[in-house]
C-alpha cells in the first residue's frame, strides 16, 4: 500500500506539474451587468389590493453581509406592511438554495427576491415563476435572465478597479497582486476579481490570480504559501470580508504588512479594526442595508403595477485608515 | 517503536519524495519558510487537531461528519465568551465543553438509534451549524487580546497544541484499556461485543473525543485571525477524512494509527502549498488530493481483501457490515 501510495502520490504530482496551464489563468467571468442602468421595466403582474407577501433567499444566514440585508428587507417590509419570508439556507450551496426558492414557488408569493449563490442554475425557476406570474427580482448578484424585474447590486467590477487602482498607486506598478476570486462563476466575486486583475495589469503588474472558494482557511493557506514562494509580492487582494481579515493578520504575523498590503472587500468589523490597526490596506464599503430596502420597494412597486430600473449599480466606496473610523 | 516506523515509513516516504519534486521544480521553496508554511497550515488552521480526533473515530468505525459545523460552533461560542470579557482560559474550557458535548451528542444518537454514523452525523452536521448560526450569524466577535492570540499565532501555540492533541490521541490508543478497545470494535464491533466490550460506551467515548479536537482546532484557529465568524468549517470535515486516511489510516476501521496522521496531514497541505509554489491553479490541490484519496482507500481496501481471503473460514462478512454501518452496503 505505502508503495503504491508513494507512487501515486509522485505520479499525480508530476502529472499536474506537466499537464496544468499555469497561472494566471483567465478568470471565467458570468456576464457582468451593463452599467448603462436606466433601463425601465413594465411588468405585466397584474395590479391586485390582496396582501403582499415577498419571499427572499439570500446567499446564507451565516454570512455577516448577507444577514444585514436581510434584516434591512426584513425590516422594510414590515414598514410597508407587507409580508416577508425568508426562506435563506443556513448554508452557502446553490442546491440548497433552488431546493428552498422552488419550495416556497409552489406557496405562490406575491414576488420573489434572490441573492444568488450561483446565479446560473435559476432557468427552470424562472420559467415556473413566469407561469405563475410571479416576478422575480435579484439583489447583490445579477441573474442572466430578461424575465428578472429588477437587480440591485454593488457595482463589483467598478469596485474591483478600485482597489486595482489604488493597488497600483500605493506600489508604483511594481511586483507582483495575489488576486483571489470566490468559487469559479460566481458572479460578484469574478467581477471583483476581473476588476482588480485589468487594473494592475494596465499598470505593468504581475497578476497570480487564484480561488479561495469563499473561506478564510483556504484564503490564508494560498496567501501564506504565496508569500513564501513569490518574493516580489507586493499585494493581496481577497473578495470577502471574513478571508480578508484573516489574511491580513496571518500576513501581520509573518511581519510582511510594511512589505504586503492587503485589500479586501465588504468593510466588516473585523477588517475595520484591521484598516484601523493598519494591518489591512484598504477595503470596499457595500450599502447593503440599503439594497435590502431598495429591492423590497422596488418588489412592491412593481405588485403595485408601477415600474422600476431594472438595474441598479451602487457603487463601491472604497474604506482606509482615513475613514475607516466613520463606519464602525 | 519500530513497528511504528515501519507504518509510516511508506506515507514518510511518498512525503520526502513530494518536497524532492517540490524542491526540484521550484528553487524559491527550498528554504524554511516554504516548510514552516506548510506546518503553520497545518496546525494553525486547525486541521491537524481534527484529524487527530478523526483518527480515533476512523479506527473504531466512528465516522464522524458535524466535525466543521463543531468548528464553527466552537468558534462562535468561545467568540461571545471572549467579547463578553470572559477570563480566555475559562472560555476555552467551556469552548472544549461545547465541542465535547456535540461529540457526546452523536455518539447518544449513534448507539440509541442504530442508525448508520453517516446518516446521524450529517443530521448533527446541520444542526449544530444552524445552532451556530443563532448564535452567531451577524454578530462581531473579534479581537480577543493577545493572550488568546498566542494560540493560534505563528508557529509555536499552534504546535505545541497540535503536540498536545498527538499526545493525548496517541496516549489513548497506544497505552489504554480504550484504544485497545477502539481498534477491536472498529475492527469488528459484533466479536467485540461478544467478547465484553462495551461497545456502546466506547462509541460515545470517541465522538466525545473528536468533539473536543474539533473544539479545540477551532479555538486554534479563531485565536490565529484573531476573530470568530459562523460561516467556518464548511467542508472540512472532508479535509479531515482525506488527511487520516492519506495517512494510512483505514476507512474501514481497525486499522491505523495517529503518526500516520501527522504524514497524512502533511501530504495533505504539502500538495496545496506545492502547487502554489510551482504556480498551478488551487484547484489541482482538488484534483491531487481526491487522486490521493482514492488511491489510499483502493489499496486498504485490496489489501483487506487479500488478507482476508488468506485467512481460513474468513468470510467478508465484516467488511459488508462495515458497509452497511455506513448505509451503503445493500
Known sequence: ?328 | MQRQLREIAGPLLGLVLIWVVIWALAPIARDWEAIDNVLENSTGSGLFIMCCGMTIALIGNCLDLSVGSIYALVSVVVGQLLVAHMFWPLAVVIGLGAGALCGITNGVIVVKTGIPTLIATLGTQLAFRGVADMWGAGVDMEQFGKNFDWLGSGLPGPLLLSAIAFLTIWFILSKTRLGFQVYAQGGNAEVARLAGIPVKRNIVLIYMICGIMAALGAIVYTARVDFAYVDRGQGMEMWAIAGVVIGGTSMFGGVGGVSRTIIGVLIYESIFAGLIYLHYDAFWQLVATGAVLIVAVWVDHTQRRASASRRPGVTSAKKRSLWNRVGIGS
Open chain 1, 1 to 328: 500500500m505505502k508503495r503504491a501510495l508513494l507512487l501515486v502520490t509522485a505520479v499525480v504530482l508530476a502529472g499536474c506539474s506537466s499537464s496544468a496551464t499555469p497561472s494566471p489563468v483567465a478568470p471565467t467571468v458570468a456576464p457582468t451587468v451593463a452599467p448603462t442602468v436606466a433601463t425601465t421595466v413594465a411588468p405585466t403582474v397584474a395590479t391586485t389590493a390582496a396582501p403582499i407577501t415577498i419571499a427572499y433567499s439570500g446567499y446564507s444566514t451565516s454570512n455577516t453581509y448577507w444577514n444585514i440585508l436581510g434584516k434591512a428587507a426584513a425590516a422594510e417590509a414590515t414598514a410597508k406592511g407587507v409580508t416577508f419570508v425568508d426562506v435563506t439556507a443556513t448554508v452557502n450551496d446553490s442546491a440548497t438554495q433552488l431546493a428552498a426558492v422552488n419550495s416556497e414557488l409552489t406557496q405562490k408569493p406575491s414576488a420573489i427576491i434572490i441573492g444568488s449563490v450561483d446565479n446560473r442554475v435559476w432557468g427552470d425557476t424562472i420559467t415556473k415563476a413566469q407561469a405563475a406570474n410571479i416576478p422575480i427580482l435579484a439583489v447583490d448578484t445579477g441573474i442572466d435572465n430578461p424575465y428578472i424585474s429588477a437587480l440591485i447590486q454593488t457595482d463589483n467590477e467598478g469596485a474591483g478597479n478600485l482597489i486595482g487602482d489604488l493597488i497600483c498607486k500605493n506600489t508604483g506598478g511594481k511586483g507582483t497582486v495575489l488576486v483571489l476570486g470566490g468559487t469559479v462563476g460566481a458572479q460578484s466575486g469574478d467581477a471583483r476579481k476581473k476588476g482588480v486583475e485589468d487594473k494592475i495589469k494596465a499598470c505593468g503588474m504581475t497578476d497570480d490570480g487564484q480561488y479561495g472558494n469563499w473561506d478564510s482557511v483556504t484564503d490564508v493557506s494560498i496567501a501564506t504559501a504565496a508569500i513564501a514562494s513569490v518574493p516580489d509580492l507586493v499585494a493581496i487582494f481577497v473578495p470577502h470580508s471574513d478571508g480578508a481579515a484573516a489574511v491580513a493578520k496571518a500576513v501581520a504575523d509573518k511581519g510582511k504588512t510594511a512589505k504586503i498590503g492587503v485589500y479586501g472587500f465588504d468593510g466588516s468589523a473585523a477588517e475595520l479594526t484591521a484598516i484601523l490597526a493598519g494591518t489591512e490596506t484598504a477595503s470596499i464599503h457595500q450599502d447593503n442595508v440599503s439594497m435590502g430596502k431598495t429591492i423590497v420597494d422596488d418588489a412592491i412597486t412593481i405588485l403595485q403595477g408601477g415600474t422600476v430600473q431594472k438595474t441598479v449599480l451602487i457603487p463601491g466606496i472604497v474604506i482606509d485608515k482615513t475613514n475607516a473610523a466613520t463606519f464602525q
